[in-house]
């Protein structure tokens, strides 16, 4: 039993200095906490203050996403846009506004071109 301790003893300070401590970004109106786990820092806490109270919000997870694509997407819009009356958005009356327009709903803009990889932080 007296070999025993001893080991018991290194075996715990070993298993409580693996442990890392948690991040934490906070100040009068907001808190973000990640913990390091096997696949990288995850978001464990996300609070906003409302009034004198703390909200925590849902779940999230802090996952980074990177989309990529091996060709150049291209930069006109794949997707038709309705009016609440069924009409083309924007009508051709709007014509100034077109360029606009094409730019703010091309697939790079709208964050659907290429395949989407998804994954967590390594270093915190």
Do not use: R
């Not at 703390?54 to 999230?60: A, E, G, H, I, S």
């Amino acid at each position: 039993m007296k070999q025993l301790t001893p080991f018991l003893f290194l075996l715990s300070c070993a298993v409580v200095m693996g442990q890392t401590k948690p991040l934490i970004l906070s100040n009068e109106k907001i808190k973000i906490s990640w913990n390091q786990t096997q696949d990288g820092w995850e978001i464990n806490l996300a609070a906003v203050k409302k009034g004198n109270n703390w909200v925590n919000l849902k779940t999230p997870l802090g996952e980074n996403t990177l989309l990529f694509s091996a060709e150049k997407p291209k930069n006109t819009p794949d997707s038709v846009f309705k009016s609440i009356t069924g009409e083309k958005f924007p009508e051709d009356i709007y014509h100034y506004q077109t360029k606009q327009w094409a730019e703010s709903t091309n697939p790079v803009s709208l964050n659907t071109a290429g395949k989407a990889i998804y994954f967590f932080a390594k270093k915190g």
